[in-house]
C-alpha cells in the first residue's frame, strides 16, 4: 500500500516535470505576461506613493490623522444614511399596509385632501346653525384640523364628532373656541 502511493506520487512528479519541459522546449511564456507585469508595477508604485505620504517624517503624522478622522466620519455617514434609508423603507411599508388594511369595502383607497376637505365642508356645513364664514377647515394626510369661533360647547363638540365619521378622516384636531373664550385669550 505504501509502495503503491510512492509510485502515484513518482508518476505525479515526473508529470509535472515533463510539462515544464513541454513547455520550455515550446517556448511559451513564463510569468505574468505584459499586463499582469503592467498590473504589479502599477500597484507596486501606487502602495510606494501610500507609504511615502503617510510616512512622512514632516507632515506624515499629520495625514494620518486626518486620513483616520476622515474615514470615521465616511463610517459615521455611511451608518446614518442606511439607518435612515432602512426608517424610509419600514415606514413605507407600514403606510403602504395601513392603506391596504383601510381600504374602503370596495377596495378603493381613501379620497385625496382636496377631495375630504370638500368632503368635511359639505357634511359640517350642511346644517344652517353653523356659522360657515368663522370656521376654517384644513386637512393633510387625512387629519382634519377644525379652526374657528363657535356659539358654543356643544356646537365644538358636534362638528367635531362629524367630522371624525367621515370616510378618510384619520383623526380630528379641533381647534375650534368659543368667543369669550378669545377675549379672555386677548386680555
Known amino acids: 500500500m505504501q509502495i503503491n502511493k510512492r509510485a502515484r506520487d513518482a508518476r505525479q512528479r515526473a508529470g509535472s516535470t515533463s510539462r515544464s519541459a513541454r513547455r520550455a522546449i515550446s517556448g511559451s511564456p513564463r510569468g505574468p505576461g505584459w499586463f499582469g507585469a503592467t498590473m504589479i508595477a502599477a500597484i507596486t508604485g ?3 506613493a501610500l507609504a511615502a505620504f503617510l510616512l ?4 506624515g503624522r499629520t495625514r494620518r490623522a486626518r486620513l483616520m478622522d476622515q474615514g470615521a466620519a465616511i463610517v459615521r455617514r455611511t451608518g446614518r444614511q442606511s439607518a435612515r434609508a432602512i426608517r424610509s423603507a419600514q415606514a413605507t411599508a407600514a403606510g403602504s399596509l395601513a392603506a391596504a388594511r383601510h381600504a374602503g369595502p370596495d377596495g378603493e383607497s381613501f379620497p385625496d385632501d382636496v377631495t375630504l376637505t370638500s ?3 359639505t357634511t359640517l356645513f350642511r346644517d344652517p346653525a353653523v356659522p360657515k364664514g ?4 384644513n386637512v393633510e394626510r ?4 377644525l379652526r374657528g369661533e363657535v356659539a358654543d360647547a356643544e356646537m365644538r363638540e358636534r362638528l367635531a364628532t362629524k367630522a371624525g365619521q367621515i370616510n378618510g378622516v384619520w383623526s380630528v384636531h379641533n381647534l375650534l373656541h368659543l368667543a369669550d373664550e378669545r377675549v379672555e385669550a386677548l386680555s
Open 119 to 121: 368632503k368635511v365642508e
Open 56 to 59: 512622512d517624517p514632516a507632515r
Open 134 to 137: 368663522s370656521i376654517n377647515v
Open 46 to 48: 501606487g502602495a510606494a
Open 142 to 145: 387625512g387629519i382634519v384640523v
